[in-house]
Nanobody, 115 residues
Framework: QVQLVESGGGLVHPGGSLKLSCTAP????????MGWYRQAPEKPRELVALITSGGVTNYADSVKGRFTISRDNAKNTIDLQMNNLKPEDTAVYYCNARLGVFDYWGKGTLVTVSS
């Protein structure tokens, strides 16, 4: 069973920063498109940011200019640098790896933005 492991969540004040990391098995990482999704209470899961196997990125409008996704193919990791965090960014953040019919998820890490 493929396991994606997220880390880096926590409590931060509005305007603060956090960096999330996700580690994937080397057997799937290099060819997969990777992404971060989030789910706030009583809301559907939504895309935050994507990075393709070739390094092309895409962001939700709500995070453009504040969040940056990156991948390190040598370490089988993706990061999500989150700056200028807002209370509405509070959610459980999930790492995703996808290629065709193959679709894997991490268990999520909680980010809470509150004063």
């Amino acid at each position: 069973q493929v396991q994606l492991v997220e880390s880096g969540g926590g409590l931060v004040h509005p305007g603060g920063s956090l960096k999330l990391s996700c580690t994937a098995p080397g057997s799937i990482f290099s060819g997969f498109n990777m992404g971060w999704y989030r789910q706030a209470p009583e809301k559907p899961r939504e895309l935050v940011a994507l990075i393709t196997s070739g390094g092309v990125t895409n962001y939700a409008d709500s995070v453009k200019g504040r969040f940056t996704i990156s991948r390190d193919n040598a370490k089988n990791t993706i990061d999500l640098q989150m700056n200028n965090l807002k209370p509405e960014d509070t959610a459980v953040y999930y790492c995703n790896a996808r290629l065709g019919v193959f679709d894997y998820w991490g268990k999520g890490t909680l980010v809470t933005v509150s004063s």
